[in-house]
């Protein structure tokens, strides 16, 4: 019945707005003009429109700023964090009066030069000056952004050299769980290999290999030691995933069949970030961000910063793969 | 509505001489976009450095012997049109064909020694350049399946006596084509032998 | 009988087999426009779900079945949802839909030729459109449901039915489409380049050409060089799924077995898929730029400002458009000294993207807008491409990536810069040329209220999402009810929501124009814009051949609107001059006093 209703009104409205359009073309006709021909009036109100729509279009980006800003992740918990932030910043104090100049100038020339039948437009076809400009200026602050990033680039992927104090984890991405594995005192990951997988050995670990006998598999969450370099190794058992860690400004691919790295120095413990946060649930998490199937908005993993003495001694709690 | 035609102007020959060769060339990048589409991922895939090395089969070198020659004949055919001699067009448009028809049964030939030596297109017996060696190989003969019926409506073309001097365009775009399909074959026989074999 | 036998075979070959570029401009219009209005319906009911997760819409089970079991979408489906959705409108809306369209109606008629280079290919190559769009859509019944690995299929989820339902027959069905799809569109690009090459009339030399024929000519060689690859990406990819052959796929525990796929890799699919999929964009977005750059010209009443750098920008844009498809993979464990160099292309973009900006802003300036729907949405077009452009010198730049790579952020980028631009640009087009598709004008009240409704909802959904990329929320969520810290962001989603409601009901306002006008509209004067293209010396009914008697010559650029003499007077009493108009004594050509 319902079903029924409806479509008569869809009807009714359909011949209704044909007959209406049909009598304001008759209208139009009386009096000698051409309907689809655009009058200065309506000419002159569309400009003013448009002029409006800026306005409610700057006021509608400030509400946002000041109703959904506040949302943004806090900061950053990563020494390579603050640098990307930073440039983050700078590129938005760029982009931002960018954004709102180009688009006032764009909307008030509409507003300002709508037609008028006494007006004659300027015949302005081109100017190599204004067009060098245009070029160069770009160019410039492109410059800027790119020797800026690169080097934040660099220095964020380079693998921690051996020699420097850090640990290793290994984060095997499968649907739709997590495992991390600490590299343990010889600070080596034992090999690991997707036939070997049998039982509990859910990740497929070779248990002869000497350097994978003190590793230790933990599943549900880790943990890290404030202000140590931390070099994770990514696997992937079954398809893509992406390990993200939003509050740390890392992220990386899984891809089944090689292994790919990131590693960064954790700067807040979770303790001190709930704090900042003023959140006393809060959690600093892994998830996953590559489409990887049904479950893959619930691959998630917790992270937890604690000082070194706390890290020590939780990770002596944690059993060795052997055991 | 009325269909209203346009007198007095055949412009549809018109076009066709204009556009015939000039469409051949596109299609013809295309497809060279398809073949570096394929050989760049086997470049790609070597990155891993898991390649075996594969014995290319005899057959694949007679079978580009074979494509030469046959690009030969066709020529030979265009030149004679050009001169008017049908006999001669005729004879070395049919070689063409048989040559084109030889290259695919040599083709086949490759295929059997490599399978019989034990490189599997697919399967779990089969490596990446195993399966790129079957799959270039095969994408080409289906390529030149078009060509061998463009030659044979070339054939039947000259058999009637259809072409002229200045009426040769249909098998100018074939003897494009078959040329083009000739070179892709000689550069897929170098490019396996020194990327895979 | 047999005047009978007669119309039903002038009918077969006038509308359903026609040879005419003007009859399958239209047919790939309304076949683009229906398969876009689907992909519309899809993002709405996936926003229900987003703004409003786990609520049951009773009235969509009615419509949905059991893609709606109890009215709650399940993760499956949303993700087939997101993956149809992404597929249509990008291929078969802004790829085919807007190129199969005005490349098919303006080539011919703007450069002055009596139809495309092969009227057959061209046909052959709508039909092609045609079947892939009905097995993109068929891929929506079958068992597991349509492809659901995301429209970038990227390899193993979508080679493997064990990782994810849709990537059995559905996803079958989708390299089936997308194949068939990639034939289509090569052959309708080759006729694009071997007609603008080679069958322009006398005196339209290639810098007469309006811009609208060189971002046609640019699209049509980006397709060209691109198109294929992916047809290579998708065969092999093929052979993966059905054959055994392992060129994406190694070392895979999945289901409680190891598969016996060893030494591929899904990177190499990355490669081969982005090296389309970044000129794509362009390949969706340069038409569009090109029907603005006329319609902007033309409404103001002035030459486009820097007729010459717009082109070279275009050609800037086309060539760095393959080789920056890497930034698409800055996570994926590449080299960083690629990373690094990708960055760099990436970033150059920018520069030609600018300068096309501020020629727009300068052809406007001191202009005498007509504000019709056309000159509306091609305002909103520089206005998207403004807003979403700045926000890829975040993503584009490495370091930068790393922490909006996959959010929101990405999908309110590109959806503003490249899906509003680009549908913008097509709306644009369709007003300012439906009087030469169907010989009839469309209203432009209703025309205006369509413009409103689109661009307001259309900010509304996209500029919210950057919010939401700043909190870290990544795309392709079911839910984010799952995560604490996502939780205040559902606000952001309702709101979202109810603005792409309205924008899917503003929509309905355009269609009802459309099919209206189409058939009962005003009839079509021959030059309604007073424009100088060749398009409008043709006259206004449709039959083959484009042109009673010869084909106009061309004596001058397309651009001279407004044109004075010393005098301070209009050159020839208008304030246009057909490109048809011969060059008076004391006059330049391009431009030029």
């Known amino acids: 019945m319902m079903t029924i209703i409806v479509a008569v009104a869809v009807i009714l409205v359909i011949i209704a707005g044909s007959q209406l359009l049909k009598i304001a073309e008759l209208r139009a006709q009386s009096k000698g003009e051409l309907i689809y021909e655009v009058s200065e009036k309506e000419a002159k109100f569309q400009g003013i429109l448009m002029l409006v729509f800026f306005i409610s279009f700057m006021a509608f980006f400030a509400w946002q700023m000041c109703s959904w800003y506040g949302l943004r992740l806090p900061v950053s918990a990563s020494v390579h964090g603050v640098d990307t932030d930073w440039l983050t910043g700078l590129t938005y104090i760029i982009i931002t009066p960018t954004f709102i100049l180009t688009n006032g100038i764009l909307f008030f020339f509409c507003y300002k030069y709508s037609y008028s039948s006494t007006r004659k437009a300027t015949f302005f076809s081109h100017s190599n000056k204004l067009e060098a400009a245009w070029t160069t200026a770009p160019a410039l602050v492109l410059t800027v952004l790119i020797l800026y990033g690169l080097s934040s680039w660099n220095a964020i992927m380079t693998p921690i050299p051996d020699e420097t104090d850090h640990i290793t984890i290994e984060l095997t991405g499968q649907q739709f769980t997590w495992t991390a594995r600490y590299a343990g005192e010889d600070k080596k990951l034992g090999r690991s290999h997707v036939t070997l997988i049998e039982g509990v050995n859910a990740t497929g670990v070779d248990a002869d290999d000497e350097n994978a006998k003190d590793d230790k598999i933990v599943k549900g969450e880790f943990h890290l030691p404030i202000g140590m370099p931390v070099q994770f190794v990514f696997r992937s058992l079954d398809v893509l995933h992406s390990a993200y860690f939003p509050h740390f400004r890392s992220q990386m691919n899984c891809v089944p069949g090689i292994t790919t790295q990131f590693n960064f120095i954790p700067t807040i413990t979770t303790e001190e970030m709930r704090k900042i946060t003023n959140n006393e649930k809060f959690n600093y998490v892994l998830l996953c961000n590559k489409i990887c199937g049904a479950a893959h908005y619930n691959m998630q993993m917790d992270i937890v910063v604690e000082s070194q003495e706390d890290y020590d001694k939780w990770l002596a709690e944690q059993k060795t793969f052997v055991e | 509505m009325t269909t209203v035609t346009v007198e007095n102007i055949n412009y549809k020959e018109e076009i066709r001489r204009k556009t015939s060769k000039p469409l051949m060339w596109m299609g013809i990048v295309s497809i060279i976009m398809f ?80 399978y019989e030596s034990g490189v599997y297109a697919t399967g779990n017996q089969s490596t990446q350049e195993s399966s790129f060696i079957y799959l270039l190989t095969a994408l080409h003969v289906v390529h030149l399946i078009g060509g061998l019926v463009s030659l044979i409506v070339v054939l039947v073309k000259t058999m009637k006596q259809k072409y002229s001097l200045d009426n040769s365009l249909g098998m100018q775009v074939s003897i494009t084509y078959w040329h083009f399909l000739g070179g892709l074959w000689i550069f897929l026989f170098f490019f396996l032998r020194y990327t895979i074999a | 009988m047999s005047t009978h036998h007669h119309h039903a075979k002038d009918f077969l070959f006038t509308y359903i087999f026609s040879t005419d570029h003007k009859m399958i401009s239209k047919q ?208 092999l990819l093929v052979f993966d799924r059905s054959f055994g052959t392992s060129f994406y796929l190694s070392d895979i525990y999945i289901g409680g077995q190891v598969l016996d796929h060893t030494g591929g890799s899904p990177i190499l699919f990355e490669h081969l898929f982005w090296f389309l999929g970044h000129p794509e964009v362009y390949i969706v977005l340069l038409p569009a730029l090109g029907i603005t750059s006329e319609i902007i010209s033309t409404m103001s009443r002035k030459p486009i400002f820097g007729y010459r750098a717009m082109i070279g920008s275009m050609m800037a844009i086309a060539f760095l458009s393959f080789i920056v498809w890497g930034h698409h993979m800055f996570l994926t464990g590449m080299n960083p000294f690629l990373g690094s160099v990708f960055t760099f292309t990436t970033l150059l973009i920018a520069i030609p993207s600018a300068v096309k900006v501020f020629n727009y802003l300068t052809t406007l ?62 709306f644009a087009g369709v007003y300012h040329w ?98 100088n293209t060749l398009e409008w010396t043709a006259p206004v009914e449709h039959f083959h051949g484009n042109w009673y008697g010869e084909i106009p010559a061309v004596y001058r650029w397309p651009y001279d609107y407004s044109k004075v003499n010393a005098a301070g007077e209009y050159v020839y009493g208008e304030d246009y001059i057909p490109q048809t108009t011969p060059l008076g004594d004391d006059e330049k050509d391009g431009g030029e006093h």
């Open chain 3, 28 to 235: 790939f219009l309304v076949t683009g426009f229906l398969m876009g209005f689907l992909g519309l319906i899809m993002s709405t009911l996936f926003r229900l779900q987003l703004g409003w997760p786990g609520e049951s819409f009773e009235m969509i089970e009615m419509l949905m079945g059991s893609w709606q079991e109890g009215g709650v979408m399940s993760p499956d489906k949303y993700l087939a949802l997101v993956t149809m959705h992404g597929t249509i409108m990008v291929f078969f809306l802004l790829t085919a839909g807007l190129s199969g369209t005005f490349s098919n109606l303006l080539i011919p008629l703007q450069i002055g030729a009596r139809d495309m280079a092969s009227g057959f290919l061209n046909m052959l190559s709508y039909w092609f459109f045609f079947i892939s769009c009905m097995l993109m859509l068929a891929s929506l019944f079958v068992e597991g449901g349509a492809a659901s690995a995301g429209w970038t299929i990227y390899p193993p989820l979508s080679a493997l039915p064990e990782a994810i339902p849709g990537s059995g027959a559905g996803m079958t069905l989708w390299l089936v489409s997308m194949s068939i799809f990639i034939v289509s569109s090569l052959l309708g690009s080759l006729n694009y380049i071997v007609t603008i090459f080679n069958l322009r009339t006398k005196g339209m030399s290639m810098t007469r050409l309006p811009l609208t024929i060189w971002a046609f000519l640019l699209t049509a060689i980006l397709g060209v060089l691109s198109f294929p690859v992916l047809l290579a990406a998708a065969l």
């Open chain 3, 365 to 426: 300036w001191k202009g005498n807008i007509v504000f019709t729907p056309a000159t509306m949405f091609s305002v909103g077009l520089v206005s998207t491409f403004i807003s979403g452009g700045v926000t890829g010198l975040i993503l584009g730049n490495s370091a930068l990536d790393i922490n909006v790579h996959d959010t929101y952020f990405v999908v309110g980028h590109f959806h503003i810069v490249m899906g509003l631009s680009a549908i913008f640009g097509m």
């Open chain 3, 434 to 531: 439906f009087p030469k598709l169907f010989g009839r004008m469309m209203n432009n009240k209703l025309g205006n209220i369509h413009f409103w409704i689109t661009i307001v909802c259309a900010y509304g959904v996209f500029f919210p999402m950057h919010f939401l990329g700043f909190a870290g929320v990544p795309r392709r969520y079911y839910t984010n009810s799952e995560f604490p810290m996502f939780n205040e962001m559902i606000d952001i989603n309702v709101f979202i929501s109810i603005c792409a409601i309205i924008a899917l009901v503003g929509q309905l306002v355009f269609f009802f124009n459309f099919v209206y006008s189409a058939f009962r509209g005003p009839r079509a004067p021959q030059n309604p814009w007073k424009g």
């Open chain 2, 35 to 114: 073949f570096g589409g394929l050989t760049s991922a086997v470049i790609v895939s070597q990155g891993g450095g898991s390649f075996l090395s594969i014995e290319m089969p005899f057959s694949f070198t007679i079978s580009t012997f074979v494509i030469i020659l046959s690009s030969l004949a066709f020529h030979v055919g265009l030149i004679s049109i050009n001169k008017g001699s049908y006999t001669i067009a005729k004879i070395s448009v049919l070689i063409t064909l048989l040559l084109g028809c030889l290259f695919v049964v040599t083709q086949y030939m490759g295929w059997v020694a490599l």
